[in-house]
């Protein structure tokens, strides 16, 4: 493959730092991971951050604290990873999937519509990096008619009385919405750190908590903390203190633990991150626009508006006026270039689970639409200016051998 589609970052730098927490004889949960916690916090703005084994993980773990379970719904996006949808049906709770809009998110219309009195929880993907509406989505979980639907059960939702809001957080570190920062736009946001991601730990993900006043944000971590390695009262670190062998088993938690192995790579990322890897996958994204916008063919995505910076994470292509089976045709022969393209997502109401429970694409319009005519293009650190040149050739040439 002349052009990979988005292999990770990883120089002498990530490796020594690895090296590092290999030789010190500490390689899970402990100081680095601590450390990187308190940067994630400063970095967003946060209230406080855990960080778990997988963004799936910090998700689900959420979902599970605030009770979500049989009988209960969570609003979704149709167009996402399947993580989304997943978390929700390991709960035993009914994922609710609504359409998007023309800028691949969360339609807040969409959410007003779908909302019941059984609706726990609305989960907004902030798709590619570019943030939702968030104004638009906190108004609707505030407005009196809504929360007023709103039938709390357990002691939680009776504090928070309302739904909660839950970023799928995924793909938008270092996103910016009026001023803010992703991490801090809804009542709690989970990022990813999956390989592919912008800021990777092979593995990983974080839940940055953002509650109001009524929460004690950081009683709300450790309360995370413990639930995320088998409700036990501590971890291995504060075991390792002197005389501090004795622990307790207060529930049946889960274990999701970060490693500080996962956490070197992260302190590693997180410090070159603005300066460094939002510059060039900015660049990047700006070249793919200036390249594909003389072609009237070519609809580029919105990245930057006003109130809104994406972070950058996959370029979105779409071919105007084509069906499903030509955007295939055109992916064929954009590999046969050795170009390496993707395509985020295919909806989950044409998944074989969500399709057998139900779902049927043909109430996602919008989600079906930009589906069939999107191209993810390649975006990572190291791809060069050539490569970039590479690719817009491989896609000109695919698409216009198919309209001869
Ligand atoms: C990657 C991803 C996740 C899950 O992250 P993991 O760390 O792989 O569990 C969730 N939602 C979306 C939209 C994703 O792309």
Redo the contacts with the bound molecule.
């Keep these: 493959m002349k052009v990979p589609f988005s292999p990770p970052r990883v120089d002498q730098k990530t490796i020594d730092a690895v090296t590092e927490v290999l030789k010190s004889g500490w390689i899970t949960t402990g100081p680095k991971t601590k450390l990187f916690e308190r940067r994630l916090t400063d970095y967003t703005g946060c209230k406080s951050t855990l960080c778990v084994n997988?963004?799936?993980?910090g998700l689900e773990l959420v979902l599970r604290w605030f009770g979500v379970k049989e009988g209960d719904e969570v609003i979704v996006p149709a167009y996402?990873?399947a993580?989304?949808a997943n978390v929700v049906v390991h709960c035993g709770a009914l994922p609710v999937m609504v359409d998007i809009g023309d800028d691949f998110n969360i339609s807040a219309s969409a959410i007003e519509k779908a909302i019941t009195k059984r609706t726990k929880v609305i989960m907004p993907?902030d798709l590619a990096g570019f943030p939702c509406d968030y104004e638009k989505i906190m108004s609707l979980v505030e407005k009196d008619s809504i929360k007023q639907m709103f039938l709390p059960e357990t002691a939680i939702q009776k504090k928070l009385n309302r739904i909660l809001m839950l970023s799928?957080a995924?793909?938008s570190i270092g996103a910016g919405y009026k001023g803010r920062k992703s991490g801090t736009l809804s009542d709690i946001a989970v990022f990813?750190?999956?390989a592919v991601?912008n800021l990777t730990t092979a593995?990983g993900?974080a839940i940055c908590l953002n509650l109001g006043n009524d929460f004690d944000n950081e009683r709300l971590y450790n309360e995370l903390n413990i639930k995320s390695l088998h409700g036990q009262t501590k971890d291995a670190l504060a075991k390792t203190q002197p005389g501090n062998w004795k622990y307790d088993i207060i529930e049946p938690g889960y274990k999701c633990n970060f490693t500080d192995i996962q956490a070197a790579m992260g302190l590693v990322e997180l410090e070159r991150y603005d300066d460094d890897m939002l510059v060039r996958r900015k660049e990047i994204f700006d070249r793919y626009t200036s390249r594909f916008s003389t072609y009237d063919w070519a609809q580029t995505p919105v990245y930057e508006t006003k109130d809104k910076r994406s972070s950058f994470h996959v370029y979105l292509l779409r071919i105007r006026n084509i069906k499903e089976e030509e955007r295939d045709r055109i992916i064929q022969k954009i590999f046969e270039e050795e170009v390496a393209v993707n395509v985020h997502f295919v909806p989950l109401p044409m998944m074989t689970y969500y399709k057998n429970r139900g779902y049927d694409i043909r109430n996602f319009p919008v989600a079906f639409n930009n589906y069939s005519r999107v191209i993810s293009l390649p975006v990572f650190y190291d791809l060069t200016n050539a490569q970039i040149e590479e690719v817009v050739d491989a896609v000109v040439g695919a698409v216009e051998s198919l309209r001869n």
């Design positions: 997988s963004g799936s993980a996402t990873y993580a989304t993907v799928d995924a793909h990813s750190f999956h991601k593995e993900g």
